[in-house]
């Protein structure tokens, strides 16, 4: 195998035409599914319009079915309405161009044969050199079989020094410690770690990202980022969409699974790192497992699970999830969890994070909240207002309405001395302007460099799963009584409010 990586981009604000990736072939595994219409192809055409995308290019779907018909004009569908991309935009066509479509089955090995040819066909007609970035957005239990039957059949390996051949892997990878150790181990057989991508969307978003700018590229935040000054952290991935129609998937999964143990772990990641030596993958990632690898093992009553009950979100009426299209009418699966995490590390000791995730909620918004010790308040004793002195909360939203805001107590205007907490704000929008990114172009656009500082690595998935799995046995050898315990369109079970209190604190209101 050889060990050609193209040049590594570690800075994620190097200038934008040092970030072109070399000649290739994206080639999506499962490209008749929602994603690659949704989010991956709109893009690579945001990357295409902002000439991040090679010349000699070309994006390859397969799946099972023969779509050669009409997966071209399906996908322009998507970049238009789900890229927000105007239909008369004059680039588009010949990025349409270059958009081609393989039936075969993923086991099928003659189906390999065939495609290689393809793709050493579009070679020639492109120059895009043999270089790949093969997508897999299938179903988990075609991760393995699909990279090994790649390996087999001579696609895994670079053609040269300076070619590559990368592979991003779709989450979920795994569904406890086991099976992504076990994953792991099978797709190691066939391709070098730093070959491995392995996606998690929400490291794509620009917020998130963010979280590292703010803390290291300011000077006063870092000060105070630690136990002298922070009371408590809670990070919340709160969702008012169901499932969706994913019924099978979601039964299988639970909130815990879908959201907890990879987007909001690597969002906590990012909130309690230190300052790594710089922002290549090797730094940043060796930060992020300090973190999770300071988390204590979670005790089981510090957490807890609900699922929505019938109700109404958005002022309309909404089933239950036992209701929903292939569920079990009796099923225990969880549609919210949360639980109380302690990093007992220098930085973190005795702060508690608090996390929490799930669907049918009454908002949808994703947010870290750091409160702050409250201050003395003895100088304000026994003024009328004193309760309105809090402590500073800082919030990062990450969506929607992306944004940072700190909120501190404020001289009420008058003759006494009243105190009311006021927000200042800062807004993505309102200083950026709207984008229509998606979170996918950064990672996508990672990948074909080989800068794998925004994906997971083997231990750091293993960590979290190790973490993880402990409670998901917990709950399962004791199947919940009380499902369903929250109704759609509130902010979860009662017991999740119980969580906090029981340490005399409540979630800050969203
Ligand atoms: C996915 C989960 O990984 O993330 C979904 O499988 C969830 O269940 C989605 O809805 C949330 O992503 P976002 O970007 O909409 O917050």
């Known amino acids: 195998m050889s060990d050609a990586t193209p040049t590594q981009t570690a800075t994620p604000d190097s200038k934008q035409n040092e970030r072109v990736p070399e000649p290739c072939i994206v080639v999506i595994f499962g490209a008749s599914g929602d994603l690659t219409k949704r989010k991956l192809l709109p893009a690579l055409f945001h ?22 018909a009409t997966f071209a004009a399906d996908m ?31 086991d099928d090995d003659e189906g390999y044969e065939k495609l290689k040819a393809f793709l050493a066909d579009l070679d020639a007609q492109f120059g895009t050199k043999g270089n790949r970035l093969f997508y897999l957005a299938v179903a988990p239990e075609f991760f393995a079989d699909i990279a090994q039957r790649l390996a087999k059949h001579g696609m895994t390996k670079a053609q040269a020094d300076g070619h590559f051949v990368n592979v991003i892997i779709e989450k979920p990878f795994g569904t406890n410690l086991e099976s992504a150790k076990k994953l792991n181990t099978e797709i190691n057989k066939v391709l070098k770690e730093r070959q491995i991508f392995r996606i998690d969307h929400y490291l794509g978003k620009e917020t998130v990202q963010n979280i590292l700018v703010f803390r290291f590229g300011n000077g006063i935040f870092e000060p105070i980022w630690n136990r002298n000054y922070i009371d ?17 998937f979601y039964e299988a999964a639970g909130a815990l699974r879908d959201v907890l143990q990879n987007h909001v772990m690597e969002v906590l990641s990012f909130v309690a790192m230190e300052p790594p030596d710089s922002f290549a993958a090797g730094a940043v990632r060796v930060e992020k497992l300090k973190v999770w690898k300071a988390i204590d ?162 231990e750091g998935v293993e960590t979290t799963w190790a973490l993880m799995t402990p409670i998901l ?23 999740a409010d119980e969580l906090l209190k029981k340490d005399g604190r409540k979630w800050y209101k969203l």
């Open 297 to 458: 093992p979670i005790p089981v009553e510090d957490t807890v699970r609900g699922q929505y009950a019938a109700g109404t979100v958005d002022g309309q009426g909404v089933i239950g999830y036992r209701q929903e299209d292939r569920v079990n009418p009796e099923s225990s699966t969880e549609t919210y969890a949360a639980m109380k995490l302690s990093i007992e590390n220098w930085r973190w000791a005795g702060v508690p994070f608090y996390i929490r995730a799930g669907k049918r909620l009454a908002k949808r918004i994703t947010e870290v909240t750091v409160v702050f010790k409250q201050p003395p308040l003895h100088l304000f004793k026994g003024n009328a207002d004193d309760s309105k002195v809090q402590p500073n909360i800082l919030k990062m939203r990450i969506q929607p309405d992306e944004g940072i805001s700190l909120t501190f107590g404020a001289k009420i205007p008058g003759p006494t001395t009243n105190v009311k907490p006021v927000e200042m704000h800062f807004s993505y929008a309102d200083a950026f302007g709207k984008s229509s990114a998606n979170g996918y172009e950064r990672l996508l656009l990672d990948a074909m460099l080989g800068d794998g500082t925004l994906f997971a690595e083997r």
């Open 76 to 106: 322009q569908d998507g970049i238009i309405k789900g890229g927000g991309v105007d239909a008369g935009d004059s680039t588009l066509k010949p990025f349409m161009d270059k958009v081609k479509y393989f039936a075969t089955n993923f």
């Open 232 to 248: 408590h952290v809670e990070i919340t991935a709160a969702e008012s969409i169901g499932i969706e129609g994913r019924g099978p």
């Open 473 to 495: 046995e917990a709950w399962a050898a004791n199947p919940p009584k009380d499902f369903p315990n929250y109704e759609a369109g509130t902010w979860g079970p009662a017991c």
């Open 47 to 68: 990357l295409k319009q902002q000439n991040l995308l090679p010349e000699q290019f070309s994006v390859v779907g397969v799946a099972r079915r023969d779509l050669s």
